[in-house]
């Protein structure tokens, strides 16, 4: 709590808040989905449509979730849910703009 008190309560979360969206934005962009929501539903996460040629299943999900843990040490929540691919894009004070990056990239990597 001191440590968030010394970088300030609404600074942490300008920060967070304003890089979720960000993300959240820019991951759609590059990955040619579509974000269904606005920024008012944004605190600190966003859930993301992945490619739709990553898959749509489960299997499909755990197969990504872990090849991006295992192969670019990127760790994201992946889930399936109406027929499609989705990642939780989740950050906190610690992260920054080459996190979405790196993400961004591993993720395109894949696409076929």
């Known amino acids: ?3 968030l008190r010394d970088l300030g309560v609404d600074a942490v ?3 967070n808040h304003d890089l979720a969206w960000r993300a959240a934005r820019a991951l759609t962009d590059r990955w040619r989905t579509t ?3 606005d920024e008012a539903a944004v605190g600190f996460m ?3 449509p992945l490619p ?3 898959g749509r299943t489960s299997d499909d999900a755990a197969r990504l979730r872990d090849a991006l843990l295992f192969d670019d040490r990127i760790e994201v929540q992946v889930h399936a849910a109406h027929d499609q691919l989705w990642t939780r894009v989740s950050v906190q004070v610690y992260n ?3 996190d ?3 993400l961004g990239e591993a993720v395109t990597r894949r696409c076929t």
């Open 46 to 48: 966003a859930t993301v």
């Open 1 to 3: 709590i001191a440590y």
């Open 52 to 54: 739709p040629s990553l």
């Open 13 to 15: 979360w300008r920060h």
């Open 96 to 98: 920054d703009w080459d």
């Open 35 to 37: 974000l269904a929501i």
């Open 100 to 102: 979405i990056e790196k």
